[in-house]
């Protein structure tokens, strides 16, 4: 399973990116999707995640601004970001925990990241 993050950028502060994470290869089913983040010196803190049924759990600090979503059928994650602050500067990580084909069990997959920067 291999997952390919896309959208970051550099965005003044107020202002909106949508990122997106593709899974790919022998996929037999995913079961929760998140987005975490790394700022500078800082460790990596879970941002946002969505089960697969659907219901959704956001960080204290993004809640009511961010909003994450999947679609099922393009095995694809979702971030959209808006109101951007400068402390939402980091890369930006997707994660599945998900079923490859002819496996029982999840494993934990990470995309790339992405680099996000607020400017302010």
């Known amino acids: 399973v291999q997952l390919q993050a896309s959208g970051g950028g550099l965005v003044q502060a107020g202002g909106s990116l949508r990122l997106s994470c593709a899974a790919s290869g022998f996929i037999f089913s995913i079961n929760a999707l998140a987005w975490f983040r790394q700022a500078p010196g800082k460790q990596r803190e879970l941002v946002a995640g969505?089960?697969?049924?659907?219901?959704?759990n956001y960080a204290g600090s993004v809640k009511g601004r961010f909003t994450i979503s999947r679609d099922n059928a393009k095995n694809t994650v979702y971030l959209q970001m808006n109101s951007l602050k400068p402390e939402d500067t980091a890369v930006y990580y997707c994660n599945a925990w998900a079923v490859p084909v002819g496996y029982a069990l999840p494993n934990d997959y990470w995309g790339q990241g992405t680099e996000v920067t607020v400017s302010s």
């Open positions: 969505i089960t697969g049924s659907g219901v959704t």
